[in-house]
């Protein structure tokens, strides 16, 4: 990839290069390429350019040129996301915050961290550790996601049992809107209640409503010791069992599931194997242990799940370095099923709905996918469940996502009727689009459309993505 600005020929882009003298912008093909998918992989990239501003006054004059050229804008983090949420197929300039990934500041008092939004999240995790706090919001993709796409997505992760997702800790935003206005968002306060609250529109607006320019995150501090436990489980009415008894017993920092056929795949990757023999489920769980009385408490909540019959091995992690390697065996699975060019689901139902709403799911899989291979994980403790269908050797893409879009649209009905979301953190981008009315009512998607009018009226940021 260049880094070098190559010679502008497209008159509109000389006009921006112009009036942003120290604006970088990249036009070679691999640049378009790098800049104009994300990890869906579906789409062939097709971006006008790149523009990577290093100042949020540079954002702001790109936001007017656009609105000016009627030329449309991808705002782009690290581009993992899943959704189509970050693709550029058609034409459009590409604003990548990456290299605007600097810690502006750490408020002791207000315990607050503000950064830039394309700082990657494990960037925000160590900053926050050095001053002996964390930042909880957590998942696989911390090495390459940044915190703007975080907001856009209003991303969960693994810690969300007990922290929350990404909402609940932006202090404050610092944003350009689609018309190009300047908004300060809530300034870091705690109380606020002078009228509507901005920042929670944008967060998991997914880039339709403003480019998010500063951000400050709450930080906490770091949770007590704990202890992580891998638990094999005969069946799915067990998962429900075991996460009623663990939650009851204990104080869960997470509770993640994976099936057997999951852990295959990660094992073919590399993972190590931590229980002998294989299970239909598998969960990882990470809870407070402060000291042996609370270890005790979690041995016999283990004891007691064998004895009903809802657990039947397990594993303790003995050190940090077999902690890690049991978290490998959950966090490893979406690496290690790429190469399958898997179609994602990525549902969510309240939790008191899941035994019910799984069974009816497992049925319409099984029926609808008889000869693929489908693979179940994810955040059970939250309600929240992934699918990944892997593509058959065989089978051509565009029939491979007819019939997964056809599943799709009986899995939406299915989620409509346990009152659950065909996304519950990865957003809704271009994949889930046509299902976007099975979660929200006609009402609330004509209001949506409205919200964003206001925010950008000429329809410049993420045309295409969330709705049309
Ligand atoms: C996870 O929980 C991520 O690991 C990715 O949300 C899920 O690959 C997926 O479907
Ligand atoms: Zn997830």
Redesign the pocket.
């Known amino acids: 990839m260049s880094t070098q600005a190559t010679p502008l020929t497209d008159p509109r882009l000389a006009e921006l290069a112009a009036e942003c003298p120290a604006l970088r912008l990249l036009t070679e093909p691999g640049d378009l390429e790098h800049y104009g998918r994300d990890w869906t992989r579906r789409w062939t990239p097709a971006p006008l350019a790149i523009a990577l501003p290093a100042a949020a006054e540079e954002v702001q004059a790109i936001v007017r040129w656009a609105n000016r050229q009627q030329i449309a804008i991808v705002p782009s983090g690290g581009r993992t996301g ?1 959704s189509g949420g970050a693709v550029a197929a058609q034409g459009e300039l590409v604003v990548s915050l990456e290299r605007m990934n600097r810690v502006l500041g750490f408020d002791p008092v207000d315990r607050t961290l503000t950064v830039q939004p394309g700082i990657t999240l494990q960037a925000v995790h160590d900053a926050a550790r050095e001053h002996g706090l964390i930042y909880p919001v957590d ?2 993709a911390r090495g390459s996601c940044s915190i703007g796409g975080n907001i856009a997505t209003n991303a969960g ?1 693994i810690r969300v049992i007990r922290y929350g997702n990404t909402r609940e800790w932006i202090a404050g935003l610092k944003a350009v809107s689609g018309a190009g206005e300047w908004l300060e968002l809530n300034r870091g306060l705690i109380k606020n209640s002078s009228g509507y609250d901005f920042r929670h529109l944008l967060i998991g607006s997914e880039g339709t409503l403003g480019i998010v320019v500063e951000a400050t995150l709450k930080l906490t501090d770091p949770p007590p010791p704990s202890q992580t436990m891998l638990l094999a489980l005969p069946d799915m009415d067990a998962l429900m069992q075991v996460f009623a008894l663990f939650r009851a017993r204990l104080s869960l920092q997470a509770f993640e599931f994976f099936t057997d056929i999951a852990q295959k795949h990660v094992l073919a990757h590399g993972a190590q194997r931590a229980i002998d023999g294989d299970y239909p489920y598998y969960v990882v769980t990470e809870f407070d242990a402060v000291d042996a009385t609370a270890m005790d408490v979690a041995l016999s909540a283990f004891e007691h799940g064998m004895e009903q019959g809802w657990i039947v091995d397990g594993v303790i992690a003995q050190s940090e370095a077999q902690a890690a390697a049991l978290w490998r065996l959950r ?1 490893g ?2 690496e290690s ?1 790429a190469p399958h060019r898997p179609y ?1 689901n ?1 549902i969510s139902v309240r939790i008191g709905a899941v035994p019910a709403f799984l069974h009816e799911m497992q049925t319409l899989l099984s029926h609808e996918y008889p000869d693929i291979e489908v693979v179940w994980f ?2 059970i403790g939250d309600g929240n469940l ?1 699918i ?1 269908v892997l593509k058959p050797a065989a089978l051509d893409d565009a029939a491979f996502i007819a019939q997964c879009e056809h599943v799709t649209k009986l899995l939406a009905a299915t989620l409509r009727r346990h009152g659950g979301s065909i996304s519950a ?2 957003g809704i981008g271009l994949v889930k689009k046509p299902y976007l009315e099975s979660t929200r009512g006609e009402a609330e998607i004509a209001l949506m459309r409205q919200v964003r009018h206001v925010f950008d009226p000429r329809g410049i940021l993420n045309p295409g993505k969330l709705f049309d």
Do not use: V, Y
């Open positions: 899943l998942f696989a992760g966090e699975i979406t099923l994602k990525d994810g955040h992934h990944n953190e990865h």
